[in-house]
């Protein structure tokens, strides 16, 4: 019953921004951390960043002070920020929350949007 549904990626040149959203959907589900990972071609799937409904917060660093993370609990979504993209930047993001599904300790993963940066 728990799907997330991501939107944003794009085409975009260097130095472009783009905003990418995130709504993870079903009834019964309140993630205590959402997150967005990112894989480019060729390499292992990377964390860029996480949140938790706190609000703690962690980058990796290659995007600190380019992206930024946010998420509106009430709706069970997050938004990745990005601005002043590179090149580097390019991949598939996907997002992932985990937390209470019913009585259950669960986590899921989006099926991913493709951000690509072109130089």
């Known amino acids: 019953q728990v799907q997330l549904v991501e939107s944003g990626g794009d085409l975009v040149q260097a130095g472009g921004s783009l905003r990418l959203s995130c709504v993870a959907s079903g009834s019964m589900f309140s993630p205590n951390t959402m997150a967005w990972y990112r894989q480019a071609p060729g390499k292992q799937r990377e964390l860029v960043a996480g949140i938790t409904r706190s609000g703690s917060i962690n980058y990796d660093d290659s995007v600190k002070g380019r992206f930024t993370i946010s998420r509106d609990s009430a709706k069970n979504t997050v938004y990745l920020q990005m601005n002043s993209l590179k090149p580097e930047d390019t991949g598939v993001y996907y997002c992932?929350?985990?937390?209470?599904?019913?009585?259950?300790?669960?986590?899921?993963w989006g099926q991913g949007t493709q951000v690509t940066v072109s130089s």
């Open positions: 992932h929350a985990g937390g209470i599904y019913g009585l259950y300790l669960r986590d899921y």
